[in-house]
């Protein structure tokens, strides 16, 4: 694991976004697994802006989101993959095809696969240290499949799904080993919120109370974080 800190939350977005554009631009075929959440805004904002203005070619890349709710509709607000067209598609005047989203019942591991497998992973983190919708008990076998939604998350996502008749409780997320077969994986923790599960994270490995600590053994992942949601001790190195 690498652990890159950023002096503040717009140093570790930036780091991010720094690490995507290279990708992008070394490998204009290539596959990228997107994540939501509040924690990813920043990040598409700058990642779209420094995009349009070295005018990269995206045309062959697929995206391939990482969860969405069920029973939310398409096109809502607070489903995911309204928020992937509207800060990642859209800007960069993507055709819709590329994106991908999991839903009930598709052979998403099979079209991952079939699109030459992740070959770079954008994470958040849920506060209790979910990855995806991978909540806790979620082992290090799972594939994409349906999930449901733990009380925390629904808690702290409540805003965000704020205007809908009824509360989804359910998802469909790629599963903790469809996230570890991607090549490379970026996880960006930002904020007070996330310390505590980056905290687990830094002490333990493979557990399924806490699936963020399943990244531990992948050799190509990174955690980028702000000081905030950095344990008291990684803050003095
Ligand atoms: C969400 C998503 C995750 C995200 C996490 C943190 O519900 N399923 O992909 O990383 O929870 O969200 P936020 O960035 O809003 O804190």
Redesign the pocket.
């Given at each position: 694991m690498r652990i890159v800190k950023g002096q503040d939350q717009a140093g570790a977005v930036s780091f991010m976004v720094d690490m995507i554009f290279n990708h992008l631009k070394e490998y204009p075929r290539t596959v990228i697994g997107v994540?939501?959440?509040?924690?990813?805004?920043p990040v598409y904002a700058e990642l779209t802006q420094k995009i349009l203005e070295a005018n990269l070619d995206l045309s062959q890349v697929k995206w391939f989101a990482?969860?969405e709710y069920v029973g939310v509709p398409q096109d809502h607000p607070s489903s995911?993959r309204f928020y992937l067209l509207k800060n990642l598609i859209r800007p960069l005047k993507l055709k819709e095809s590329s994106l991908f989203l999991p839903e009930v019942g598709s052979y998403y591991d099979e079209m991952i696969q079939r699109a030459g497998g992740i070959d770079l992973q954008m994470?958040?983190?849920?506060?209790n240290g979910?990855?995806?919708?991978n909540e806790p008990g979620s082992g290090r076998q799972t594939r994409t499949r349906k999930v449901k939604?733990d009380t925390k998350?629904l808690e702290?996502?409540r805003l965000?799904l704020k205007g809908l008749p009824e509360i989804p409780t359910e998802?469909v997320?790629m599963g903790v080993g469809t996230i570890l077969e991607a090549k490379k994986i970026l996880l960006?923790a930002?904020?007070h919120?996330?310390r505590e599960a980056i905290h687990h994270l830094m002490r333990f490995e493979d557990r399924e109370d806490c699936p963020v600590t399943f990244l531990k053994s992948h050799n190509q992942f990174t955690l980028i974080a702000d000081p905030p949601a950095l344990p008291e001790e990684y803050l003095k190195i």
């Amino acid at each position: 694991m690498r652990i890159v800190k950023g002096q503040d939350q717009a140093g570790a977005v930036s780091f991010m976004v720094d690490m995507i554009f290279n990708h992008l631009k070394e490998y204009p075929r290539t596959v990228i697994g997107v994540a939501t959440g509040n924690t990813m805004v920043p990040v598409y904002a700058e990642l779209t802006q420094k995009i349009l203005e070295a005018n990269l070619d995206l045309s062959q890349v697929k995206w391939f989101a990482l969860d969405e709710y069920v029973g939310v509709p398409q096109d809502h607000p607070s489903s995911f993959r309204f928020y992937l067209l509207k800060n990642l598609i859209r800007p960069l005047k993507l055709k819709e095809s590329s994106l991908f989203l999991p839903e009930v019942g598709s052979y998403y591991d099979e079209m991952i696969q079939r699109a030459g497998g992740i070959d770079l992973q954008m994470l958040g983190v849920g506060v209790n240290g979910h990855i995806g919708f991978n909540e806790p008990g979620s082992g290090r076998q799972t594939r994409t499949r349906k999930v449901k939604l733990d009380t925390k998350t629904l808690e702290s996502n409540r805003l965000d799904l704020k205007g809908l008749p009824e509360i989804p409780t359910e998802a469909v997320s790629m599963g903790v080993g469809t996230i570890l077969e991607a090549k490379k994986i970026l996880l960006l923790a930002t904020g007070h919120s996330k310390r505590e599960a980056i905290h687990h994270l830094m002490r333990f490995e493979d557990r399924e109370d806490c699936p963020v600590t399943f990244l531990k053994s992948h050799n190509q992942f990174t955690l980028i974080a702000d000081p905030p949601a950095l344990p008291e001790e990684y803050l003095k190195i």
